[in-house]
């Protein structure tokens, strides 16, 4: 076989008079500009290693501060206050050293630990300027002259040309809220949804705790914030993911979609080969740190922790808890194709494939013909079903042999992709089109996508794309991130023939793609055809629908002088109490990554003004004027909520830590009890859009994507997610699940765009009748004029 010939890179035959060495000048070449490119890697990942330990000073300032240094030793001004002396004067082997050399040493070393003081100094001054956050809490639009003269300090220390983790050491800790104010603001959110006897016993159990075991609980915490650079974040992956053993599909996992209008080309290979390619230059630019951290108001920077494990990473099954396992400098890829798995290597002669070449892998893998083995069609099912069955059948069947073998390449992959065989996408001529993209990309057929992978590319025959990203790695917005590098890369930077292949000449003397080969005994077989079963038995309770609320989007809300997510989480309120007749605990899921190693918080929508409004919006004796008052009231009510969480006062992740500090110290609580069973009927999360400003969407309207979703959180309750796209598009997805009666997508769709439109009409009579008013008064002051 020719790929076999040429991954020998010597051959020898042994003669009476010696020995025939016969080497391959290709593969030594190879092997030559293989090493180079790892030499030179490692030598860019030292240097920005450098550049971001020392910021936001630079290594040039060094060489400043010595030569400073220096010259004071011919202008005899000591500015160390004697201190160069006292080091020139204790320099071990200064017996062997000139006057002159001890001189210069001891004013490098001086030099070196000023210079080092001054970095430090400069670090906590910017934790200290970004430990402010009253700019988030003006109004939009308008800003405070504390607020400029703080954003310039904060400009001034944050240096210039900064890499993706030059901020993390002056990024500030995530605070502690006091007990009395989580308290607090618990029973205010509770209220509108209890009734007078229910909130009076939830008070007791909340005052009972405030006054006896909350003090020793949050001495822990505070404990723990001291030397943890995240009183919550590592609790939060461990209890609310790793140590889940339900299936992570559909209850854990997440989709994003691919451009909703657009499909650079219709050939699945080509489509497959450049977003690789694009992903593998987003994980270079990664793994050297180069990407440019992410700034609110373009100077304010946000934690960039959970970037580090986006790729070569895997969620490892275990009996009581899984592990996140991340490795680096991973070099291939496995892809999954009609029940067939194929390793395919990422790099040749020390560099990326070329997305030309990428498509060729791609397209033989696509022609290849053979059938899958005994038990690995529906393999990867075990990644779908509960997680000890997973991990009980990892260590017996997967723990050597040809097993272990191909496991270990799946495992350690740079990331998994599908190459599926159905066509999935938006379409306008089919109503339901959206809906069937998204279940596709959640679950798929349960046993074609490795939902342990950190995310799965998917590829469609119709050339359209997707991700299927586990959770406990990282957020939402992280994969978007990487998700919107990539579409404007394939789009705007690489580009396709007229034919729709990937651009670039086609090296067809590399290797073909290699089967993994697996050795799946009957038992095993069973193991697996009882994980599919469990895993398709969530698949088709799961009930989705899309919706492209296009009637206006943010332009229009932001003219109406309201926040665009507060805006769309009351009309969410409005939707939900005409869908179920009452109002229900709603989670809205806001980031706290303005902190070190921060990951997200928790806004509860569902609040007294809230309730107020949509009774009001339900009143037919309501005047337009009173609901309009009331839904500003709302608005801003949801708005400083959203800021509290943000800045680190919001209520469940400090309630959770407290819970989790009392499970160790074994102290029972019944209000943490309660307060974290409670279910959350109603969960929802705005996916960012633009984060990179990659596309001017003005300029490319069409270029927009179709955000992404999850499954539904309780099993009688709906999952929203939403993006606004541009200034007149708003998409929704959501999710339900058959089995409850109580619940349509569907028909909550039709709600969410009904409550959106009565929400606006409010805006339009009072635009309309200041028209009328505006008129009149017009009128009468030209009437004054004729007169």
Same mark, same amino acid.
């Given at each position: 076989?020719?790929?076999?010939?040429?991954?020998?890179?010597?051959?020898?035959?042994?003669?009476?008079?010696?020995?025939?060495?016969?080497?391959?000048?290709?593969?030594?070449?190879?092997?030559?500009?293989?090493?180079?490119?790892?030499?030179?890697?490692?030598?860019?990942?030292?240097?920005?290693?450098?550049?971001?330990?020392?910021?936001?000073?630079?290594?040039?300032?060094?060489?400043?501060?010595?030569?400073?240094?220096?010259?004071?030793?011919?202008?005899?001004?000591?500015?160390?206050?004697?201190?160069?002396?006292?080091?020139?004067?204790?320099?071990?082997?200064?017996?062997?050293?000139?006057?002159?050399?001890?001189?210069?040493?001891?004013?490098?070393?001086?030099?070196? #630990?000023?210079?080092?003081?001054?970095?430090?100094?400069?670090?906590?001054?910017?934790?200290?300027?970004?430990?402010?956050?009253?700019?988030?809490?003006?109004?939009?639009?308008?800003?405070?002259?504390?607020?400029?003269?703080?954003?310039?300090?904060?400009?001034? &220390?944050?240096?210039?040309?900064?890499?993706?983790?030059?901020?993390?050491?002056?990024?500030?800790?995530?605070?502690?809220?006091?007990?009395?104010?989580?308290?607090?603001?618990?029973?205010?959110?509770?209220?509108?949804?209890?009734?007078?006897?229910?909130?009076?016993?939830?008070?007791?159990?909340?005052?009972?705790?405030?006054?006896?075991?909350?003090?020793?609980?949050?001495?822990?915490?505070?404990?723990?914030?001291?030397?943890?650079?995240?009183?919550?974040?590592?609790?939060?992956?461990?209890?609310?993911?790793?140590?889940?053993?339900?299936?992570?599909?559909?209850?854990?996992?997440?989709?994003?979609?691919?451009?909703?209008?657009?499909?650079?080309?219709?050939?699945?290979?080509?489509?497959?080969?450049?977003?690789?390619?694009?992903?593998?230059?987003?994980?270079?630019?990664?793994?050297?740190?180069?990407?440019?951290?992410?700034?609110?108001?373009?100077?304010?920077?946000?934690?960039?922790?959970?970037?580090?494990?986006?790729?070569?990473?895997?969620?490892?099954?275990?009996?009581?808890?899984?592990?996140?396992?991340?490795?680096?400098?991973?070099?291939?890829?496995?892809?999954?194709?009609? #029940?067939?798995?194929?390793?395919?290597?990422?790099?040749?002669?020390?560099?990326?494939?070329?997305?030309?070449?990428?498509?060729?892998?791609?397209?033989?893998?696509?022609?290849?013909?053979?059938?899958?083995?005994?038990?690995?069609?529906?393999?990867?099912?075990?990644?779908?079903?509960?997680?000890?069955?997973?991990?009980?059948?990892?260590?017996?069947?997967?723990?050597?042999?040809?097993?272990?073998?191909?496991?270990?390449?799946?495992?350690?992959?740079?990331? &998994?992709?599908?190459?599926?065989?159905?066509?999935?996408?938006?379409?306008?001529?089919?109503?339901?089109?959206?809906?069937?993209?998204?279940?596709?990309?959640?679950?798929?057929?349960?046993?074609?996508?490795?939902?342990?992978?950190?995310?799965?590319?998917?590829?469609?025959?119709?050339?359209?794309?997707?991700?299927?990203?586990?959770?406990?790695?990282?957020?939402?917005?992280?994969?978007?991130?990487?998700?919107?590098?990539?579409?404007?890369?394939?789009?705007?930077?690489? #580009?396709?023939?007229?034919?729709?292949?990937?651009?670039?000449?086609?090296?067809?003397?590399?290797?073909?793609?290699?089967?993994?080969?697996?050795?799946?005994?009957?038992?095993?077989?069973?193991?697996?055809?009882?994980?599919?079963?469990?895993?398709?038995?969530?698949?088709?309770?799961?009930?989705?629908?899309?919706?492209?609320?296009?009637? &206006?989007?943010?332009?229009?809300?932001?003219?109406?002088?309201?926040?665009?997510?507060? &805006?769309?989480?009351?009309?969410?309120?409005?939707?939900?109490?005409?869908?179920?007749?009452?109002?229900?605990?709603?989670?809205?899921?806001?980031?706290?990554?303005?902190?070190?190693?921060?990951?997200?918080?928790?806004?509860?929508?569902?609040?007294?003004?809230?309730?107020?409004?949509?009774?009001?919006?339900?009143?037919?004796?309501?005047?337009?004027?009173?609901?309009?008052?009331?839904?500003?009231?709302?608005?801003?009510?949801?708005?400083?909520?959203?800021?509290?969480?943000?800045?680190?006062? #919001?209520?469940?992740?400090?309630?959770?830590?407290?819970?989790?500090?009392?499970?160790?110290?074994?102290?029972?609580?019944?209000?943490?009890?309660?307060?974290?069973?409670?279910?959350?009927?109603?969960?929802?999360?705005?996916?960012?859009?633009?984060?990179?400003?990659?596309?001017?969407?003005?300029?490319?309207?069409?270029?927009?994507?179709?955000?992404?979703?999850?499954?539904?959180?309780?099993?009688?309750?709906?999952?929203?997610?939403?993006?606004?796209?541009?200034?007149?598009?708003?998409?929704?997805?959501?999710?339900?699940?058959?089995?409850?009666?109580?619940?349509?997508?569907?028909?909550?769709?039709?709600?969410?765009?009904?409550?959106?439109?009565?929400?606006?009409?409010?805006?339009?009579?009072?635009?309309?009748?200041?028209?009328?008013?505006?008129?009149?008064?017009?009128?009468?002051?030209?009437?004054?004029?004729?007169?």
């Amino acid at each position: 076989m020719a790929e076999a010939h040429q991954a020998v890179g010597f051959q020898f035959t042994v003669r009476p008079d010696g020995v025939d060495l016969k080497l391959s000048q290709e593969v030594i070449k190879n092997i030559y500009l293989s090493s180079v490119t790892a030499w030179k890697k490692k030598a860019i990942q030292l240097k920005n290693g450098v550049l971001a330990g020392v910021y936001p000073a630079s290594p040039s300032s060094w060489l400043i501060v010595v030569i400073v240094m220096m010259s004071s030793l011919y202008t005899r001004i000591d500015p160390s206050l004697g201190m160069i002396h006292t080091i020139k004067d204790n320099l071990p082997l200064r017996d062997y050293m000139s006057v002159q050399t001890r001189a210069v040493l001891s004013s490098i070393l001086f030099a070196t #630990g000023l210079w080092l003081f001054l970095i430090y100094l400069l670090r906590y001054t910017l934790k200290a300027l970004l430990s402010y956050h009253g700019w988030i809490f003006e109004s939009h639009g308008k800003m405070s002259t504390s607020t400029k003269l703080w954003l310039s300090l904060v400009k001034m &220390f944050s240096g210039r040309r900064p890499l993706l983790y030059s901020f993390q050491a002056s990024l500030p800790r995530l605070p502690v809220p006091s007990v009395e104010d989580t308290i607090h603001r618990y029973l205010e959110s509770v209220r509108p949804l209890l009734d007078t006897e229910q909130y009076n016993q939830m008070e007791i159990l909340a005052n009972e705790f405030k006054d006896s075991k909350a003090a020793r609980l949050q001495r822990y915490l505070i404990l723990k914030s001291w030397w943890a650079t995240n009183y919550v974040s590592d609790w939060w992956e461990e209890y609310i993911y790793l140590r889940g053993r339900s299936p992570i599909m559909v209850n854990s996992n997440f989709y994003i979609m691919d451009l909703l209008y657009v499909t650079p080309t219709h050939r699945q290979a080509a489509r497959a080969g450049n977003m690789v390619h694009a992903m593998l230059q987003y994980r270079r630019k990664l793994e050297r740190g180069e990407h440019a951290p992410l700034r609110a108001l373009g100077t304010v920077p946000m934690c960039s922790t959970q970037m580090e494990r986006m790729f070569n990473t895997t969620r490892i099954p275990g009996i009581e808890t899984d592990i996140v396992q991340h490795l680096t400098d991973r070099k291939h890829l496995v892809v999954y194709h009609k #029940g067939r798995f194929f390793q395919v290597w990422l790099y040749t002669g020390g560099r990326h494939l070329l997305p030309s070449e990428l498509e060729m892998q791609f397209q033989r893998i696509l022609n290849d013909t053979s059938e899958p083995q005994p038990g690995e069609l529906k393999l990867a099912s075990l990644t779908a079903g509960n997680r000890v069955p997973w991990a009980q059948t990892r260590v017996k069947y997967f723990g050597q042999g040809a097993n272990k073998v191909s496991l270990d390449a799946v495992e350690s992959a740079a990331f &998994f992709l599908t190459l599926d065989d159905e066509p999935q996408g938006y379409d306008p001529a089919k109503k339901r089109s959206l809906d069937s993209y998204a279940k596709s990309l959640l679950h798929g057929k349960c046993y074609d996508r490795w939902f342990d992978k950190s995310f799965t590319l998917i590829s469609y025959p119709n050339g359209k794309m997707g991700i299927s990203a586990e959770h406990s790695w990282a957020d939402a917005p992280i994969v978007g991130h990487m998700w919107e590098y990539v579409l404007s890369t394939d789009c705007f930077h690489l #580009g396709y023939t007229e034919e729709g292949h990937c651009k670039g000449d086609v090296n067809k003397n590399l290797p073909y793609p290699t089967r993994l080969q697996w050795k799946i005994p009957k038992e095993c077989q069973d193991s697996i055809e009882a994980s599919y079963i469990l895993a398709k038995q969530i698949a088709d309770d799961v009930d989705f629908h899309g919706c492209l609320f296009s009637e &206006f989007g943010k332009g229009l809300i932001k003219k109406c002088r309201t926040s665009p997510d507060a &805006f769309i989480q009351l009309a969410l309120q409005l939707a939900q109490f005409r869908d179920q007749g009452v109002f229900c605990l709603t989670y809205e899921s806001s980031m706290t990554r303005m902190f070190r190693d921060g990951r997200t918080e928790t806004v509860r929508s569902c609040t007294s003004e809230a309730v107020a409004f949509v009774r009001a919006m339900e009143d037919p004796g309501a005047t337009n004027a009173h609901r309009l008052a009331l839904f500003r009231t709302a608005a801003n009510k949801h708005q400083n909520m959203y800021r509290l969480a943000m800045t680190g006062s #919001g209520i469940d992740r400090h309630l959770f830590c407290l819970y989790i500090v009392s499970k160790y110290l074994g102290v029972d609580s019944p209000f943490l009890e309660k307060v974290l069973s409670e279910p959350w009927k109603l969960s929802t999360s705005q996916t960012p859009q633009q984060q990179l400003n990659l596309v001017d969407i003005n300029k490319f309207p069409r270029y927009v994507g179709a955000g992404g979703g999850f499954g539904p959180v309780a099993d009688d309750g709906y999952g929203v997610s939403y993006i606004i796209v541009g200034e007149n598009l708003i998409t929704f997805h959501i999710s339900s699940k058959f089995s409850s009666p109580d619940t349509d997508s569907y028909r909550f769709g039709q709600h969410i765009w009904k409550a959106m439109l009565d929400i606006q009409t409010l805006f339009k009579l009072e635009n309309d009748k200041r028209m009328v008013e505006y008129s009149k008064h017009v009128q009468l002051e030209n009437g004054k004029k004729h007169i």
